[in-house]
């Protein structure tokens, strides 16, 4: 018995009734203890040919729980070779009014699989040719900035990040951010690095004394990722030696601490209160300004200047 989003699990003896309740054939493979293969549904030749299809009639399998929808897309960017099998196809359109009923949480880790699956981009591209890119998300999605990202990360050698990715698909402001969040229940790590997307970007026209500020601002990972978006946005070759060099700054670059602290302002006559944080403040931006320098006559000149 099931709602669509909930089944009642009975067990029994029967591999040919266990195989009838699966959904794709490639998932209704058994063997014996002896190492012998149970083919009950074609399964072995549709793996073999990467081919996702629905074990009998594909409307009552996705009846039975309407996640299948989403599987049919994740297995077939993961293991697919070739277009998606029609029938399955034109019975996940057909059905995608289900979409609405599942928790989001299933939605995202089916979604979050997806976009890191070998053939993400064109499974992408027919989702959204299908109309069911926009309900997964929540709103229209950036096929080809996302197409060109993997594009960015494998030129560079970067492996694929699921987050990154979604933020390329879907993420121009934070509202953006804040929506998906919401909708795929996403954590608080995650919902924070898609906020981060929403400012500017450091680009390649930028001094290194600017990038390297941008980076000590805004952190490794949020730099990062702003940076290869950017990369991706820009329609640059991906041989661009700048682009390729700010992409990589983020790896190579190691960030420096600032090395003036409260007691260095307390021992200038300060007493802890708003006027030693602004004070802090201000040296941080002028070591900032000044390149990071760490010499004891430099930070000193900073510190007497900031108070």
Known sequence: ETDGRRARVVFGRSWAHDAERRDFTMNALYLTRAGELIDLVGGEADA?????????????????DYLRILRLFRFHAAYGKGALDEAALAAAVRNREGLDRLSRERVRAETMKLLVAPRAVETLEQME?????????????????????VEVEAAL????????????????????????REGLRLSNAEATRLA???GP???????????KAFLYRMGREAFQDRALIAFARSGASLEDEGWRALASLAAGWPI??????AADFIARGLTPGPALGAALKRAEEAWIEAGFPMGAEALERIAGEAV
């Open 129 to 149: 040719a299908a109309g069911l890119l926009e309900p997964v998300l929540g709103r229209a999605g950036d096929v080809k900035t996302f197409a060109r990202l």
């Open 157 to 180: 050698g970067m492996a694929p990040d699921a987050v990154r990715r979604l933020g390329a698909l879907a993420v121009r402001s934070e509202e953006d951010a804040e929506a998906l």
């Open 196 to 198: 981060a997307l929403a």
């Open 48 to 64: 073999r040919a990467g081919r996702v299809r629905f074990i009998g009639d594909a409307d009552v399998r996705i009846r039975e």
């Open 256 to 261: 420096p601490v600032f090395p003036l602290k």
């Open 201 to 211: 970007a450091p680009t390649p026209g930028m001094c290194e004394k600017g990038q």
